[in-house]
């Protein structure tokens, strides 16, 4: 078996960011000016990470509660679970301060955002991972295959996608948005050793072709439910990095 969880758990401490000393001040003045594509695009993307990281900061205990044989991979669950409702926090920052969606906290200003995401991305957050994480509980889902929807599929593909596009919106912005610009950089400096501890975890079980060939298509499949929000060339992009790090961790079958 491959070991070696203990280094994502002290990679992740010392990685750990605060998400409200980062300064949103500009990015309030600058969110009134902006075109009405760019604000309908930022905003899809924003409400989609809403949804995204919410779901995941709640699913990951059933994850950490199956990783009995491993102290140093439930200990990575929990790291990760924490990152995840720090970025769940951040974007709910974001959707508060700086574009005003109205709310006590973030689930009453998701009632709001839900309506700019796809029924294809809501289907994978809020149906697709909730189920995996109830078959964990319940003991009749494999830890390998919840890591290869999670890290592999919703992180590695679904979430890096939208990222990327993200970063990619607020250069091209007419007016700067540097604490999202900020905030954005620090998500995407988490979730890479998130999909390299997934990853390890999917190297280290016994895959046979068939579960690498299911998360292989389901991935290339799943980039596309970000709708128009994103350009066709930026979904080759990332399905093409989701092959890569498949053909890497599962070598042995390729
Ligand atoms: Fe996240
Ligand atoms: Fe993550």
């Known amino acids: 078996m491959i070991t070696g969880y203990g280094h ?94 109205p709310g006590k906290n973030l689930n009453e200003r998701l009632q709001v955002l839900r309506e700019r995401v796809s029924p294809e991305l809501l289907e994978l957050f809020e149906e697709r991972l909730p189920a995996i994480a109830r078959g964990l509980a319940e003991s009749d889902e494999e830890l390998t295959t919840a890591v290869g929807l999670y890290h592999m599929i919703l992180e590695g593909v679904v979430l890096t996608a939208g990222q990327h596009a993200l970063l990619d919106a607020l250069e091209k912005l007419s007016v700067p948005m540097p604490g999202m610009r900020k905030g954005m950089e620090l998500v995407l400096r988490d979730e890479r050793w998130h ?11 016994d895959l046979v072709d068939n579960d690498l060939e299911k998360i292989l298509n389901e991935g290339s499949k799943a980039a596309w439910a970000w709708g128009d929000l994103i350009s066709s060339k930026d979904i080759e992009k990332v399905d093409q990095l989701h092959k890569r790090r498949l053909k890497s961790v599962g070598i042995k079958f390729w």
Not at 47 to 73: I, N, P, R, W
Not at 93 to 100: A, N
Not at 199 to 205: G, N
């Open 195 to 205: 999909i390299g501890f997934g990853s390890r975890v999917i190297q280290s079980a």
């Open 8 to 101: 994502f758990v002290q990679l992740a401490e010392s990685l750990q960011w605060d998400e409200t000393a980062i300064d949103l001040t500009t990015d309030i003045e600058s969110w009134t000016k902006l075109e009405d594509s760019e604000y309908d695009q930022i905003l899809g993307l924003i409400a989609g990470f809403c949804v995204g990281e919410t779901s995941v900061a709640l699913h990951l205990g059933s994850f950490q509660s199956k990783a009995t044989v491993d102290d140093a991979m439930a200990g990575c669950f929990e790291a990760q679970a924490r990152d995840e409702a720090r970025h769940a926090r951040f974007f709910d920052r974001v959707v508060g301060e700086v574009v005003g969606v």
